[in-house]
């Protein structure tokens, strides 16, 4: 994608200033690769974070591939967020059995997007990671995600959350972990918000709607969609 292509207009409001330039030299690398649709999203989320000063860590549910965390460590990188750690929670089997609700709609198979732990760690590599700030945690998410790891991770709240579950029973489990992170104004993006016809019924969309009828001081605000089927949410809690 051309320079010309990429939506980067909101970096022309940074000055030649000394206190940017090393800001700078990290868009200018940006903008000469080319940024696609996901990778302007980060960079705008990851904005935000940082213009509201969120302190809080990255958590990605679904790390197929490696490009969505590897994206999220460039758009930190960019906003010069130093101290944010990258979590990545997979089964790193692919998909587990579809069945219950998340049969109704034939589009997802056990067993798909499969990628080993050993391969994701190649792939941040190779998309110039640093994996010192990155822990994984493998295993299927109704086992894994329980108190006793909260207990053991270093996370206090998240600033930036990727739910890439595409199911629901993927997703409620994930939501039901991180609602002690949220924070006010924690971004969470939804990969497969649209997913099954985009049924209020099925997929991301059921477990969101029934996890805000559990948690009433959670509420969330509409943000930027993404791609054909994403959309992100800006949350609010109460204190």
């Known amino acids: 994608m051309s320079e010309a292509m990429a939506p980067l207009g909101f970096f022309d ?3 030649n200033d000394d206190k940017f330039s090393t800001l700078r030299c990290i868009i200018d690398n940006i903008k000469r690769l080319g940024v696609d649709e996901f990778g302007s999203i980060m960079l705008k989320v990851f904005e935000y974070a940082s213009e509201m000063k969120l302190k809080g860590d990255y958590l990605e549910f679904g790390c197929f591939g490696g490009y969505t965390m590897t994206w999220a460590y460039k758009a930190a990188k960019a906003f010069g967020m130093k101290d944010i750690k990258f979590y990545g929670f997979d089964s790193f089997e692919g998909l587990p059995e579809i069945k219950g609700v998340d ?3 034939p589009e997802f198979k056990g067993g798909e997007f499969c990628s080993t732990e050993k391969q994701f760690y190649k792939d941040l590599k190779r998309g110039g990671v640093d994996i010192s700030r990155v822990v994984t945690i493998p295993g299927w998410y109704d ?3 329980s ?3 909260s ?3 270093a996370v206090k709240e998240a600033a930036v959350i990727l739910v890439d579950c595409d ?3 993927s997703t409620v489990p994930v939501l039901e972990f991180i609602t002690k992170y949220i924070a006010d104004g924690t971004v969470i993006l939804f990969d497969d918000w649209n997913c099954f016809r985009s049924s209020p ?4 969309q ?3 709607r029934e996890w805000l009828e559990r948690y009433k001081d959670i509420t969330m605000t509409k943000y930027l969609p993404f791609e054909a089927f994403g959309q992100s949410f800006i949350a609010h809690r109460k204190s």
């Open 201 to 204: 019924e099925h997929g991301e």
């Open 143 to 145: 086992g894994t995600l």
């Open 147 to 149: 108190d006793e790891l």
């Open 167 to 169: 199911l629901y029973c």
């Open 13 to 15: 409001r940074f000055t």
């Open 103 to 105: 049969a109704e709609y």
């Open 206 to 208: 059921r477990a969101v």
């Open 151 to 153: 207990e053991r991770l």
